[in-house]
């Protein structure tokens, strides 16, 4: 398997708003590696906290 760029790729996380569980973790991840990101979760301040960290679109299920 070669190296893949999220550079520009968008990807959808959910389960993003809980309070550092491996969704939050992810976006993390995803963002540093440069990926466009939709959040989604069912807690909106901390799905808030971690689009604002991230940069991410929210989506609230």
């Given at each position: 398997?070669?190296?893949k760029?999220?550079?520009?790729?968008?990807?959808?996380?959910?389960g993003?708003?809980?309070?550092?569980?491996?969704?939050?973790?992810?976006?993390?991840?995803?963002?540093?590696e440069?990926?466009?990101?939709?959040?989604?979760?069912?807690?909106?301040?901390?799905?808030?906290?971690?689009?604002?960290?991230?940069?991410?679109v929210?989506?609230?299920?």
């Amino acid at each position: 398997m070669g190296n893949k760029s999220l550079n520009e790729k968008v990807t959808l996380i959910l389960g993003a708003a809980g309070k550092d569980n491996m969704g939050q973790v992810m976006a993390r991840r995803f963002a540093k590696e440069g990926a466009k990101l939709v959040l989604a979760g069912r807690n909106e301040d901390s799905l808030r906290e971690i689009a604002d960290e991230t940069g991410g679109v929210l989506c609230f299920m």
